[in-house]
């Protein structure tokens, strides 16, 4: 992806698109968006194959709009995230037969992620380096967001909708707060999560999604290089 994405910057930078000093910023944003395609093409295509488009972009876009300001655990390589990326999207049709059977499980798992969510708010990671405002900013976000989601699945019990449809919505929730738990097991930091300082650039270009495990190491990577 790197070579690609420095082909098609080396192509701005001749035709004086950009300048030479915004290379390294472009490249990777570039790269980002070359992994996000190919990602959400096989996610998206493997959901029309089986059948669950609507039910798995239900999943993403919970679960996406969520995690760009809890953190969590990230995959260090383009190629593990796409993976992890994938079995987690088209899991939920597996999952789902077995909640169906189960309601008080789902209910009970969906609860604590919330109540995980909320108290944690985000957590900051090596690969984000979130700063202190940064960090601040997206607990009070991810609070907001969870709290909008949560109140999106009471209404729709109220109103009586099918559970493939809330199913799909707090799945995309316990993945988040799943996430969420490992990245502190990883530190072990189960007291208060210690903040990482550093460039707060990086998190700026981030669009943090489902397929953005990686985003920030590649930018690392070269920075140190």
């Known amino acids: 992806m790197e070579h690609v994405s420095s082909i098609i910057v080396n ?3 001749s035709a004086e698109l950009i300048s030479e000093s915004e290379a390294d910023q472009y490249n990777y944003g570039v790269q980002i968006l070359i992994e996000k395609i190919i990602s959400y093409s096989v996610i998206f295509g493997l959901a029309i194959l089986i059948h669950r488009f609507w039910e798995i972009l239900v999943f993403v876009v919970s679960f996406s709009v969520l995690r760009k300001y809890t953190g969590g655990v990230h995959c ?15 899991s939920g049709t597996i999952i789902l037969p077995i909640v169906e059977k189960n309601i008080l499980l789902y209910q009970g798992g969906a609860i604590m992620s919330i109540i995980i969510v909320i108290i944690l708010g985000s957590i900051n990671n090596p ?7 940064e960090y601040k900013r997206a607990k009070r976000l991810a609070r ?7 109140s999106l ?3 729709m ?16 929730i316990v993945v988040c707060a799943i996430s969420m738990l490992l990245e502190i097991r990883k530190k072990g930091e189960w007291g208060l999560c210690q903040l990482y300082s550093g ?5 700026r270009l981030s669009t ?18």
Do not use: K
């Open 11 to 13: 192509r701005m930078i």
């Open 76 to 90: 260090r390589h383009f190629e593990t995230c796409m993976l992890a990326s994938t079995a987690v999207s088209v």
């Open 127 to 133: 690969y984000i380096d979130w700063s202190d405002c």
């Open 144 to 150: 907001l967001i969870i709290t909008l989601e949560a």
């Open 153 to 155: 699945l009471l209404l």
């Open 157 to 172: 019990i109220v109103l009586h909708l099918p559970i493939n449809v809330r199913f799909y919505i707090s799945y995309g």
């Open 199 to 203: 460039s707060s650039a990086i998190s």
């Open 208 to 225: 943090y999604s489902l397929v953005s495990l990686s985003e920030t190491h590649a930018f690392h990577q070269r920075q140190t290089r």
